[in-house]
C-alpha cells in the first residue's frame, strides 16, 4: 500500500518541495543556476541609447517614389552643389576691408615721402632740365640731382627726367624747371607728358583701386609752349596691410591744374611745371581678411537645410494636387 503526499494548500504554512520541485533543484544543481523569475529579467535588460533618436527612420515599403519628386530632387542637389562651390570659392578668396582714421602711420620713416616722378619733355634739351624742392620746413634745394636720371629724346632736342627723392612731410613743392640751367633758354618750351608721380611704396593688388598714380598719361604738348603749369596735390596715406600682418606704405592723391603765363622780376617768361602738395590727415587703411571656419559652416548648413525643407514643401505641394486631381478625374471627390 503505497502513502502518497498531499499537494500543499493555500495556507500560511511552509510548503514541503514535491517531487517536481526536488527534481528542479536537482537540475539546476546539477547543470547550473536557475532562471529568474519574468519582472527581474525586465529590470535587467540592456539600456538602448537608439531611444534618443529624433531622426526616426520611415521603412521603404512606407514609401512612394514619383517622377516629379525625382526631378525636383536632382534639381536641388545641382542647386545645392551651386551655391556650395560659390560659397567655398568666397571663404578661399580674400577680401579687403578699409578704414579711415588720424593718424601718421608710417612714423618709421622720420618724417619723410618718398617720391617717384617720370616725366618727358620732348622740346627742352637735358642740359636746361632741372629738379627744384622747397617747403614749410625752409628747405630749398635748387637743381636736385641724387638719384636722377636724364635720358636725351628726339635726337637730344628733347629730354626724359626720371627721378627719385624723398620730400618732408609739410606742404610744399617739387617743380621741373630751367631755374638751375647755368644759362636760361630764349623760348623754353615746357610742353610734356607725365608718366608717373608716385609716393611711397608701390603697391600691386588688385581688389584696391586707388588714385596712386592720378597723373599717369598727363599730356600737355598741345598746350602753350611758354605755360607754367600747376598740379595741386591733396596727398593722403594709405596703409596696406596683408594676411601675414606685414604692411605697406603708399600715398594716393587727388589732382587739380591749371595753367598759366608766368615772368619774372626781370619781366621774362620762365615757365616750369609745379607740383605743389599737402597731406591730408586722414589715413586709409586696407586690411586684408578671410572668412571664418565657422561662418563658411554656417553658411553651407543654411544653403543644405535651406533647399531641402524648400525643395520638400514644393514637392509634398505638387503631389497633393496631383493626387486630388486623381480623384477628381475618378470622381472620387465631392
Known sequence: MGWGCAAPGPGPGPSLPGPAAAGSEATAGAGGARSPPAATTASTMPFDFRRFDIYRKVPKDLTQPTYTGAIISVCCCLFILFLFLSELTGFIATEIVNELYVDDPDKDSGGKIEVNLNISLPNLHCELVGLDIQDEMGR???????????????????????????????????????????????????????????????????????????????????????????????????????????????????????????????????????????????????????????????????????????????????????????????????
Open 140 to 334: 630749398h634745394e635748387v637743381g636736385h640731382i641724387d638719384n636722377s636720371m636724364k635720358i636725351p629724346l628726339n635726337n637730344g632736342e628733347g629730354c626724359r627726367f626720371e627721378g627719385h627723392f624723398s620730400i618732408n612731410k609739410v606742404p610744399g613743392n617739387f617743380h621741373v624747371s630751367t631755374h638751375s640751367a647755368t644759362a636760361q633758354p630764349q623760348n623754353p618750351d615746357m610742353t610734356h607728358v607725365i608718366h608717373k608721380l608716385s609716393f611711397g611704396d608701390k603697391l600691386q593688388v588688385h581688389n584696391v583701386h586707388g588714385a596712386f598714380n592720378a597723373l599717369e598719361g598727363a599730356d600737355k604738348l598741345g598746350s602753350n609752349p611758354l605755360a607754367s603749369h600747376d598740379y595741386i596735390l591733396k596727398i593722403v596715406p594709405t596703409v596696406y596691410e596683408d594676411m601675414s600682418g606685414k604692411q605697406r606704405y603708399s600715398y594716393q592723391y587727388t589732382v587739380a591744374n591749371k595753367e598759366y603765363v608766368a615772368y619774372s622780376h626781370t619781366g621774362r617768361i620762365i615757365p616750369a611745371i609745379w607740383f605743389r602738395y599737402d597731406l591730408s590727415p586722414i589715413t586709409v587703411k586696407y586690411t586684408e581678411r578671410r572668412q571664418p571656419l565657422y561662418r563658411f559652416i554656417t553658411s553651407i548648413c543654411a544653403i543644405i537645410g535651406g533647399t531641402f525643407t524648400v525643395a520638400g514643401i514644393l514637392d509634398s505641394c505638387i503631389f497633393t494636387a496631383s493626387e486630388a486631381w486623381k480623384k477628381i478625374q475618378l470622381g472620387k471627390m465631392q
